[in-house]
């Protein structure tokens, strides 16, 4: 039963977030489009571990921009979500969509390379 709750708190959690993010201010979130893959809040409800995909600019100044505003997503999530503890919002970069399309271009190459 406590499994199924986790799953309920990282989806709602998700469903925030992706309304939270675009409304951001920090000036090198300007100009990309970020997607929130995945949210993994821990058993005790102290940290989430928040996968999101950035296409625009690189993924790792994007990151450190929501990583400076984690404090007031923390602050709006607590808000939205009726939780006994607001986890600490710690900011990954998703690399699967890129990994992905490499995966696919290595097979096409080696199906080209059949005929």
Same mark, same amino acid.
């Given at each position: 039963?406590?499994?199924?709750?986790?799953?309920?708190? +990282? =989806?709602?959690? !998700?469903?925030?977030? *992706?309304?939270?993010?675009?409304?951001?201010?920090?000036?090198?979130?300007d100009?990309? #489009?970020?997607?929130?893959?995945?949210?993994?809040?821990?058993?005790?409800?102290?940290?989430?571990?928040?996968?999101?995909?950035?296409?625009?600019?690189?993924? +790792? =100044?994007?990151? !450190?921009?929501?990583? *400076?505003?984690?404090?007031?997503?923390?602050?709006e999530?607590?808000?939205?979500?009726? #939780?006994?503890?607001?986890?600490?919002?710690?900011?990954?970069?998703?690399?699967?969509?890129?990994?992905g399309?490499?995966?696919?271009?290595?097979?096409?190459?080696?199906?080209?390379?059949?005929?």
């Amino acid at each position: 039963m406590a499994k199924f709750r986790q799953q309920k708190i +990282d =989806e709602e959690m !998700k469903r925030e977030l *992706s309304f939270i993010i675009p409304s951001l201010k920090d000036p090198r979130l300007d100009g990309c #489009l970020i997607s929130v893959v995945a949210v993994h809040v821990t058993k005790d409800m102290k940290f989430a571990k928040v996968y999101v995909s950035v296409m625009g600019k690189t993924a +790792d =100044e994007a990151i !450190k921009g929501l990583n *400076s505003s984690a404090g007031f997503v923390r602050r709006e999530i607590g808000a939205k979500m009726k #939780l006994r503890y607001t986890p600490e919002i710690t900011f990954v970069a998703d690399d699967s969509i890129a990994y992905g399309a490499y995966i696919n271009e290595v097979i096409n190459d080696l199906n080209r390379g059949d005929k």
